[in-house]
């Protein structure tokens, strides 16, 4: 009687819990790809010069790109930038990647989008300092025939084409395609070998935790507000965030969830960019954030952080590539660097 042939080797169970990657999935990051490739070449390519525009801010000296410097992950890697003649401004500068993917913009949600929030900036008197009414814009825009020449493609249906909503409709197109897809999300589209072993422990260790009662979605964050110290006070936190906006107590110490995209790339961190290392934020989450009663240890640190590196998109290198601005002419406003 011949023999049986022996059984198929038992399946490894999988490393990843069943319900895991589901707080990531949705919606997915091709389909944001996809909403930022249909915005009109025309806007995108003027919202490209605009951004590296450093005509845009008072003395000449600063664009978007000078304090989110798209070569570096769109952060300066300096705890507070400085802005209009060397002043500090008192948050930490945020990635500009993937940033349209979050539900608000600046750490304490006080603009809706990125094109409402890329003109922030450019009226704050500590950061590019132009007159609050925008007119100072508008004139130096206006003295430049290929700007009105690219504002007129890319608004052909606007009488009045340059104006300041235009301008952050421009920077916003360009930054809705700046989404950096990861290894991370290969794993969320089913290929089960886009992480390691090790990382795939840390993608569970966040979870098991609970990072992911606050970091979800494709963004790994950026969908919610929480508030800083939720178990036990922040050390030394002055800052009220969302409290200062809307001028509740209840709302006090709260802040943005940033996304963790890019973020072994974008020390340091917190709004006050006073953590400088993964590791030390990554302690300092599970110790005022997560009620775990005990400290992590370092093998959860390890895995953690080890998942926290698959994080990490390509920069569009292409896309990102500086553009030729035109020059200024006699009617375009001087530097003013009072």
């Known amino acids: 009687m011949p023999s049986l042939p022996p059984p198929p080797p038992a399946k490894a169970e999988p490393?990843?819990?069943?319900?895991?990657?589901?707080?990531?999935?949705?919606?997915?990051?091709?389909?944001?790809?996809?909403?930022?490739?249909k915005l009109p070449d025309d806007l995108v390519n003027?919202?490209?010069?605009?951004?590296?525009?450093?005509?845009?801010?008072?003395?000449?000296?600063?664009?978007?790109?000078?304090?989110?410097?798209?070569?570096k992950f769109g952060v300066d890697g300096k705890a507070l930038s400085a802005g209009h003649r060397g002043q500090l401004g008192d948050r930490n500068s945020p990635t500009v990647y993937n940033a349209s993917m979050q539900f608000v913009q600046?750490?304490?949600?006080?603009?809706?989008?990125?094109?409402?929030q890329a003109l922030g900036p450019i009226t704050n008197p500590v950061e590019m300092a132009m007159p609050a009414d925008g007119k100072r814009?508008?004139?130096?825009?206006?003295?430049?025939?290929?700007?009105?020449?690219?504002?007129?493609?890319?608004?052909?249906?606007?009488?009045?084409?340059?104006?300041?909503?235009?301008?952050?409709?421009?920077?916003?197109?360009?930054?809705?395609r700046l989404i950096t897809p990861t290894r991370f999300h290969k794993l969320l589209g089913g290929d089960e070998k886009a992480l390691t072993e090790e990382e795939q422990r840390g993608v569970e260790a966040f979870h098991t935790v609970g990072c992911t009662s606050c970091h979800t979605g494709p963004g790994v964050g950026g969908n919610q507000?929480?508030?800083?110290?939720?178990?036990?006070?922040?050390?030394?936190?002055?800052?009220k965030g969302r409290g200062a906006i809307t001028k509740k107590p209840e709302d006090d110490y709260f802040f943005k969830v940033p996304t963790l995209l890019n973020v072994a790339k974008t020390?340091?961190?917190?709004?006050?960019?006073?953590t400088a290392t993964l590791e030390e934020m990554v302690n300092m989450m599970a110790d005022y954030q997560l009620d775990?009663?005990?400290?992590?240890?370092?093998?959860?640190?390890k895995s953690i952080i080890a998942f926290l590196n698959t994080l990490t998109g390509e920069i569009p290198t292409n896309y990102i590539k500086a553009p030729e601005l035109p020059k200024s002419t006699a009617k375009t406003p001087k530097p003013d660097t009072k």
């Open 225 to 239: 507000y929480q508030k800083l110290g939720a178990v036990k006070p922040w050390p030394n936190l002055k800052d």
């Open 106 to 116: 600046f750490w304490d949600g006080r603009e809706p989008t990125v094109e409402a």
């Open 267 to 274: 020390a340091p961190y917190g709004h006050s960019g006073q």
């Open 292 to 301: 775990l009663k005990r400290k992590l240890t370092e093998a959860e640190v």
């Open 137 to 176: 814009v508008i004139t130096t825009l206006e003295s430049m025939p290929e700007y009105v020449d690219a504002f007129k493609k890319a608004f052909p249906n606007d009488a009045k084409p340059v104006t300041m909503e235009n301008v952050g409709k421009a920077i916003g197109a360009f930054e809705r």
């Open 15 to 37: 490393i990843i819990g069943e319900f895991t990657l589901m707080s990531f999935q949705t919606p997915t990051i091709a389909s944001l790809v996809q909403e930022g490739a």
């Open 46 to 71: 003027l919202g490209r010069m605009l951004y590296y525009e450093t005509r845009l801010s008072k003395a000449h000296d600063i664009s978007c790109n000078t304090c989110h410097d798209l070569a």
